[in-house]
Nanobody, 113 residues
Framework: QVQLVETGGGLVQPGGSLRLACAAS????????MGWYRQAPGKQRELVAF???????KYGDSVKGRFSISRDNAKKAVYLQMNSLKSEDTAVYYC???????WGQGTQVTVSS
């Protein structure tokens, strides 16, 4: 069974940066497609970015050019580098193993001055 644990959330000022990390358990990680989603209060969960097992990436329109997803298969980890953060990026960010349908517990990101 896959388990995902997100870390790296917190409070940051507008224009700042944060790096989220997601650690995965399970026998095989390298073949799994992984994603980051977010959910703001009163809004639906939305795709932020995903990365395929081959390293191809896709981003939500609102984060293109500011966020970057990457993975380290040896560490069974996926990362989300978030730059030029805006107040509208405030949300709970979730890591997802898209291949197995597993979700992490989420980490809060708050962008505020």
């Amino acid at each position: 069974q896959v388990q995902l644990v997100e870390t790296g959330g917190g409070l940051v000022q507008p224009g700042g940066s944060l790096r989220l990390a997601c650690a995965a358990s399970g026998r095989i990680f390298s073949v799994n497609h992984m994603g980051w989603y977010r959910q703001a209060p009163g809004k639906q969960r939305e795709l932020v970015a995903f990365i395929t097992s081959g390293g191809n990436t896709k981003y939500g329109d609102s984060v293109k050019g500011r966020f970057s997803i990457s993975r380290d298969n040896a560490k069974k980890a996926v990362y989300l580098q978030m730059n030029s953060l805006k107040s509208e990026d405030t949300a709970v960010y979730y890591c997802s193993d898209l291949t197995n349908g597993a979700w992490g517990q989420g980490t809060q990101v708050t962008v505020s001055s």
